[in-house]
């Protein structure tokens, strides 16, 4: 008998087909029979890993809830104390706050609160803008304050934009002599540069000022703007020698209170307090406020370079 050679291609391509149709269902009925003989171990496994993961999460939260508890209680026992512990030592005293980098509105009205316990008059607070730190501005600084100075300040001989804008500023800020007009002018000239912005009406000049600061950033400008932010806090202890600043820390990037605490020129006469957001740092900055006008100075707080959490005030 003669085979035809379409009928063998036929007969060989189907024989291919059934053997690998056969390999195929080998391997599925072994993937099933071996699935189903380790199902229960690994699938007993898995749960027990899956509940294990779910019990340490609902802990971790109701350790993070502690916490927050926690905290939130020291904050209230802190400011149930402040009337007793600054016992009216800011009255008749007058702060102007000024914000720089990125400081939070929450904490600026925490430490208002607190100035205000101890019976310190707020005089207003404004925040100086990212241009106003910006190297670049420097020069429109320079010519912006020189075209304004006011009767009877001297300016620095240095040429640094900050320097001179800074030393007019605190002057219109802090001394009683110039005129609320003049005080208007150039605080609205600045702002139109969009060099600060006022947060509020200025009322008056102040006899302190407290600067408040954003947490580090780790931008690659931040620390130009931190140097300036620094050469800004020491042109106004060059003019009112009753300054404190403050953060939310003194560590990570490039950190305004670290750089204060060790820069000569400000780290023996500008207070530094770390703890910005937490009660017991606007505690602290009150206390150490109360510090500067009896002619003392230091670093407060839980970072690096503080002396103490709080100063020691009679």
């Known amino acids: 008998m003669v085979w035809h050679p ?14 690998l149709t056969s390999v195929f269902l080998a391997l599925a009925i072994g993937l099933v029979l071996g699935t189903a003989a380790l199902n229960g171990p690994l699938l007993n496994n898995l749960n027990d890993r899956v509940s294990s993961l779910t019990k340490s999460k609902d802990q971790l939260r109701a350790q993070v809830g502690e916490l927050e508890s926690a905290v939130n209680q020291h904050g209230n026992y802190t400011r149930e104390l402040a009337p007793t512990v600054l016992d009216g030592k800011l009255r008749n005293k007058s ?19 607190m100035l205000q316990v101890g019976g310190a008059r707020i005089t207003g607070s404004l925040r100086l803008n990212d241009r106003y730190l910006d190297p670049a501005s420097d020069e429109v600084l320079h010519d912006l304050a020189s075209r304004r100075v006011p009767a009877g300040v001297n300016l620095p001989n240095n040429g640094e934009g900050a320097v001179t804008a800074s030393t007019v500023l605190a002057s219109v800020l802090t001394k009683p002599a110039i005129s609320t007009d003049t005080r208007t002018t150039i605080l609205q000239a600045f702002t139109e540069l969009g060099m600060l912005t006022p947060e509020g009406k200025i009322d008056g000049t102040a006899d302190s000022v407290v600067f408040l600061f954003g947490s580090a950033s780790t931008k690659r400008d931040a620390g130009n703007k931190t140097k300036t932010a620094v050469t800004t806090v020491a042109a106004f ?32 006469t500008v207070s530094t ?6 009660a017991e740092g606007q505690l602290g900055i009150a206390m150490a406020l109360v510090q500067q006008y009896a002619g003392g100075s230091g670093h407060y707080g839980t970072g690096a370079g503080a002396v103490s959490q709080v100063p020691k005030i009679a």
């Open 273 to 278: 307090v770390d703890g910005l957001s937490r």
């Open 237 to 268: 202890s060059g003019v009112n020698s009753n300054v404190v600043a403050a953060a939310p820390s003194a560590g990570g990037g490039a950190n305004p209170i670290a750089a204060l605490r060790s820069n000569g020129e400000t780290k023996n």
């Open 6 to 19: 379409k009928a063998v291609f036929v007969i060989n391509f189907r024989y291919h087909v059934v053997s």
């Open 95 to 113: 702060v102007v706050l000024i914000s720089v980098l990125g400081a939070d509105s929450k904490d600026r009205e925490g430490v208002i609160n």
